[in-house]
């Protein structure tokens, strides 16, 4: 079975002011509908339908670039949309936010770390918020759609929070100014979203 272009929870205009609407649209229905189309037509007819996309990234071999930059694009957006909220914003509560303080020392020093991430990824990437087994949280950051599922990626963990800090991402709205927009799109973390992710891979 083909894997399929999820549909937004929310309007393009939704997160406005803090990413446009502009940029949702085309970030959606152009780049993450074309790794989904790029994705199935790599896999197809190589027996790997049926798999879970988390499955096939944890198996990936990382020179197959079809695979390796459509299904880490395919997944990468898949968390990206879920992990915004036009309700979002603010602090995780609970065990995620205890998790957080134990690993960074406070929010704010999270949200300091989480953001150089972000903007010192050189070129396209990403930044990544990830949970350990036992519970430890990680932040890395990866280059174009790499993701910490894969394999000798040096980023170890589930992503339960990913920002994509391509130009596409933000462009339009910040130019040059990435860290504008990383700024802004701490105003629009689904941490309930965050939490549930870390509650689950815990
Ligand atoms: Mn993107």
């Given at each position: 079975m083909a894997f399929e272009l999820p549909k937004l929870?929310?309007?393009?205009?939704?997160?406005?002011?803090?990413?446009?609407a502009k940029t949702m649209e085309i970030h959606h229905d152009k780049h993450h509908a074309g790794y989904t189309k790029k994705l199935n037509d790599a896999l197809?007819?190589?027996?790997?339908?049926?798999?879970t996309i988390e499955n096939i990234l944890h198996n990936?071999?990382?020179?197959?670039t079809a695979v390796r930059n459509n299904g880490g694009g395919y997944y990468n957006h898949n968390l990206y949309w879920e992990v915004m909220s036009p309700n979002g914003g603010g602090k995780p509560s609970g065990e995620l936010a205890t998790a957080i303080d134990k690993k960074f020392g406070s929010f704010d020093s999270f949200k300091e770390e989480f953001s150089k991430a972000g903007a010192t990824q050189f070129g396209s990437g990403w930044a990544w918020l990830c949970v350990k087994e036992g519970g430890t949280v990680e932040i890395c950051s990866t280059a174009?759609?790499?993701?910490?599922?894969?394999?000798?990626?040096?980023?170890?963990?589930?992503?339960i929070l990913g920002m994509d800090v391509w130009e596409h991402a933000y462009y339009l709205k910040y130019q040059n100014q990435r860290p504008a927009y990383i700024e802004a799109f701490f105003n629009v973390v689904n941490w309930e979203e965050v939490a549930a992710r870390y509650a689950k891979k815990k």
């Amino acid at each position: 079975m083909a894997f399929e272009l999820p549909k937004l929870k929310y309007a393009f205009d939704a997160l406005e002011p803090h990413i446009d609407a502009k940029t949702m649209e085309i970030h959606h229905d152009k780049h993450h509908a074309g790794y989904t189309k790029k994705l199935n037509d790599a896999l197809d007819g190589t027996g790997q339908n049926g798999k879970t996309i988390e499955n096939i990234l944890h198996n990936l071999d990382m020179d197959n670039t079809a695979v390796r930059n459509n299904g880490g694009g395919y997944y990468n957006h898949n968390l990206y949309w879920e992990v915004m909220s036009p309700n979002g914003g603010g602090k995780p509560s609970g065990e995620l936010a205890t998790a957080i303080d134990k690993k960074f020392g406070s929010f704010d020093s999270f949200k300091e770390e989480f953001s150089k991430a972000g903007a010192t990824q050189f070129g396209s990437g990403w930044a990544w918020l990830c949970v350990k087994e036992g519970g430890t949280v990680e932040i890395c950051s990866t280059a174009n759609q790499d993701n910490p599922l894969m394999p000798g990626i040096g980023c170890g963990g589930t992503p339960i929070l990913g920002m994509d800090v391509w130009e596409h991402a933000y462009y339009l709205k910040y130019q040059n100014q990435r860290p504008a927009y990383i700024e802004a799109f701490f105003n629009v973390v689904n941490w309930e979203e965050v939490a549930a992710r870390y509650a689950k891979k815990k």
